[in-house]
């Protein structure tokens, strides 16, 4: 049985969205149990079924809004988030899933379930949807600012054995995002890091992606610091959100849009759906000893679920302890520098 | 009258954008007149006016795809672009405006105009379309990939000028990009940035803004260093792509679809120019002692006439000679650092 611990209180949604996609757990899959840190009195009244589902009394939630992750992770050992993270960090669960504050998420796995030994980073990988409809990961997504070539180098490695599990695919494309396809193209970090990648043994590198290939990429997972992954993101969040508002408003402005767009609900709710990551999964947060997912901050139930089998599948697979062989073999898992 | 050199044999259309958007741009502005550097025999069939109008023979051309732009620049002295360029240094026409490709454009804006005496670096600054309809700049583009605090903000006092005029704002608002909106967010140097911008008093300092606001942004400059600008530039386009090419499969995937699409053509088409920044102009390179404008590669002639049109007006209101004595009022001229 494999036992996952969800933060019931994290997300927008809070209970409404956890409670339910657990419950949609539960049900899809047969050999997982459930944790739920969170409100009892909120949680109990949403449980639909009690099979293979304890909980963990707590109504200490980090605020979605949190300024200060540090101290709110240091001070907080009472909330839902620490607490979920600290059962991983203890192994009374095998994984963790959270919907909460993602600065928050990644301090809290830094202090608490902390990395793995000999790994130098951690990094935030979340599924990126593409226009082929299988999602490729993108890392570093933000846990760190800056990243040496051997951080990113030892990151790819590790992302290289959870894209074949979390993807499906075998030897995946491993691309340096970068602003020209070219070797040679951008920063000192990049060239240097570019080198690292081509000479590292245990990867498949494909070479440099640009940022026009985001959402239609040639490799499956793109690696770049976390600054630039982080401004890539949020670029690409900012566009999509932008241009549906604007296409929104185009359909409204006049009645002919107004049937058309009637007329083209079915088509537009799947070009959403698309664009839509939480239908695969959340985020993971790489280079630690267990399987923890970041889902979106407003998932509903189903973005839960969704996290939820991801987590089952990365503990059912054994991607973490194949991830660290893979690194070992490389040598290129070392000492802490 | 205002003279402006246009590159005819730049972009991907050539003499076949270039020269009817020169004929376009005398039409409307009868304060300008065009010199045109390109092949006499193809440019000579599309004139429609002579008026106005003048020709500087070659018929080579700097190809779109070359990938050694310094090396093309000091080679192909007769190129149309190498010839614009040169005579906007040497005074012979007061602002140049091309098609061609990029690094090439910047590269000679290095090597033959040089940048304004004291200033230390150039940076390239497209106009971004926004939610608003009131387009934004966004630089550095991509003219330089590593760029230090004093450099940007000797960059910002130059395009708060610049945007004073182009943008038609009084006290334009300058944002940072970086990862996090509150102070304290970003790398070392996104710190020290952040410092440098608040003390500048020529500036009007808004703080930072994420790439998610770059399509729907609060301030009317966004400034970050030519590897991070280049990499949300390259995110928002790919991003545009891809979604408008996953509706356009959607709308044709089903027969309702289609009908719907068909009442929409307006609306789509509208939603289309909205995200289309041609229409306002094209990438300024700033820091150069004349405007030079860089429109897209595959503008069609009202590109081609919305960048000599923006070229026309920053020569008219002498937007340069006004930010040079603002950089100098700032002391933030100084010596070649």
Redesign the interface.
């Known amino acids: 049985m494999i036992k996952i611990g969800l933060d019931a209180l994290g997300g927008d949604l809070g209970v409404n969205a956890t409670v339910p996609g657990a419950m949609e757990a539960i049900k899809e899959m047969k050999d997982i149990e459930i944790v739920l840190y969170g409100d009892e009195a909120k949680i109990k009244p949403l449980l639909t079924n009690s099979e293979r589902i304890s909980i963990v009394h707590t109504d200490k939630a980090i605020d979605m809004g949190e ?1 200060d992750p540090v101290k709110a992770i240091r001070t907080m050992k009472d909330s839902s988030l620490v607490m979920a993270l600290k059962a991983g960090k203890d192994h009374e669960v095998d994984g963790v899933v959270t919907t909460g504050p993602t600065q928050c998420v990644v301090v809290g796995c830094h202090l608490i379930v902390r990395k793995i030994e000999g790994m130098q980073r951690i990094a935030l990988c979340p599924l990126i949807a593409n ?1 082929d409809n299988k999602p490729r990961l993108l890392l570093d997504a ?1 846990a760190n ?2 990243l040496k070539p051997e951080h990113i180098n030892e990151l790819a490695t590790f992302a290289s054995s959870v894209a074949e599990v979390v993807l499906d695919v075998k030897s995946p494309s491993i691309g340096l ?1 970068n ?1 020209g396809t ?1 070797e040679g193209k ?3 970090v ?1 060239k240097e890091t570019y080198e690292v990648l081509k000479n590292n043994k245990n990867i498949n590198f494909y070479g440099n992606v ?7 990429s040639p490799c499956h997972v793109l690696i770049t610091d976390g ?2 992954g ?14 549906s ?3 929104k408003d ?2 409204y ?2 009645f ?2 107004k ?6 609900k ?3 709710n ?2 959403k759906k ?2 839509d990551t939480s239908e695969v999964g959340g985020a993971m947060v790489l280079g630690l000893p267990i399987p923890v997912v970041k889902a979106h901050g407003n998932s509903e139930a189903h973005g839960v679920m969704c996290a939820i089998r991801q987590v089952r599948n990365m503990v059912s697979s054994d991607v973490i302890a194949k991830a660290i062989l893979k690194l070992k073999k490389g040598d290129s898992i070392g000492e802490d520098k």
Chains 1, 2 share one sequence.
Do not use: Q
């Open positions: 300024h226009y933000g600012v800056e995002l602003i070219e951008g920063r000192e990049d640009e940022p026009f290939a985001i959402l239609n600054f630039s982080n401004m890539c993101i949020k670029s690409v969040e900012g566009t999509a959100k932008v241009m508002k604007m296409l185009e359909i402005s006049s002919k849009g049937i058309g767009g009637l007329l083209l079915k088509n537009l799947r070009f698309k664009m």
